[in-house]
C-alpha cells in the first residue's frame, strides 16, 4: 500500500498493486485455545497463497442502477423518463453483476487460473489459494463455498463443502493480469504484476538440480491434473450410467438387450474408477491406483528442496503407463458409447435421464 500515490489514485479508474512472494507450505489446523478459557486469545492466520490488492475508483454500474439513475435524475429536473420495455427488463434480469477478473499465467505464459472477486469500489484484496483451475464444476448451495477471491473459507484439511479443487502448483514465478467484466464486455487494466512462490531451502541447489527438479514438477503436476479430471469424469459417469440402467429396465418394449447393454456399460465403468482411485474400502488392500500414485509423488516432490528420487521418478512414469490406456477407454466411453446408447433407449420410448435430449 505504501506505493499508492493521492494522484494516482484520483487520476485512474483502477489499479493492481505489486504482489508479494506466495510461500508454500503444509497448512495443520489445530484447536489448542479450546481449552484455555473464554479469554484466551486467538486471531485467523492471514489467507494462505498469493494476495491480490486491487483498487477501483468506482464500482461499475449494472443497467438497472443505470436505469434507476436517469429516473431519479429526472425526477429532480421534473423531466419525463423512458418507461422500459419487457426486452429492457429482461435484459436487465439477466446481466451478469459485474466482476473482477485475475488471470495467472506461469513462466511459459500458460495460463493456470482465472478467478473473479468483487467489483467493489476502493482498495480491495483477493487471495489465490495456489491451485489450478477445479477438474470440474458442480452445482453449489445458495451462498457457495468458502471465502472471495478463491479463497476457500477453511484451510485444506477437508473441512467444509468446497467443492472439488485442483492441485497445487509448482514453485516457480507467475504472473497477474486484471481486467473488469461489465455487461459481458471484458476491459483488460493496463500493466501485470509478476511474484514467485516459494519454498524454503532451495537456496543452496545448484543450478542442474533446480532445473531437473522444476521440470519434473512441471511433469508430475500435469500428470496429477489429468488424473484428478478423469477420476471426477468417470465418477459422474458412473452416476449418469445408474440413471441409463433404470431408464432401460422400464423401457416399453422387449428390453433384454438394453439391460445387457447397460449392465455391461456399469462394469466398465467400476473397472476404469477401479484402476483411477481403487476398489471398494471394505476390500482387501489392493495395490496402488493410478491417483494414489500419483499424488504420492506430487505430495513429496511439491514442498522438495532436493532434486527427484529414483523412486519418484518410476513411480511417475508407471503411473504415466498405467493411465494412458484407461483415459483411452474412459473417452471413448463418454464420448461415444454412452451417446449411442442414449440414443437407443430414445428409440425405444425409454423415460429420459437428466440432459438428456429426445427426438419428437
Known sequence: LRTAKRETLTQTSSMMFPVKDALMFSRWTS???G????????????????????????????????????ERRAEREKQSFHYPSIAEIRAETEETPPTVIFTVADPEGKIVRRMTAPATAGIQRATWDLRYTPPIIRNQPAGGPGGRGGEPADPDQGFGNRGPEGPLVMPGKYTVSMAVRVNGVTTPVAGQQSFSVTVEGREGMSATDLATLSDFQRKVSALQRSVSASTEVANEAKTRIGLLKRSAQEAPV???KLVGQAETLDNEIDSIINSLRGGREDS?????AINARVSYVADRIRLSSVKPSPTQM???DLSRSEFEPVLAQ?????????PAFEKELDAAGAPLVPGQLAEP
Not at 482387501?284 to 496402488?288: A, E, K, Q, S, Y
Not at 473417452?331 to 461415444?336: C, F, G, P, Y
Open 31 to 33: 484447536s489448542f485455545g
Open 35 to 70: 481449552s484455555q478459557g473464554a479469554s484466551f486469545f486467538t486471531a485467523p492466520n492471514p489467507a494462505y497463497g498469493a494476495t491480490f490488492t486491487y483498487y477501483l475508483k468506482e464500482a461499475p454500474q449494472t443497467l438497472k442502477q443505470k436505469r434507476q439513475e436517469a
Open 254 to 256: 422387449d428390453n433384454a
Open 284 to 288: 482387501d488392500i489392493p495395490p496402488p
Open 314 to 316: 518410476q513411480q511417475y
Open 330 to 338: 474412459l473417452r471413448r466411453l463418454v464420448d461415444l458409447d454412452l
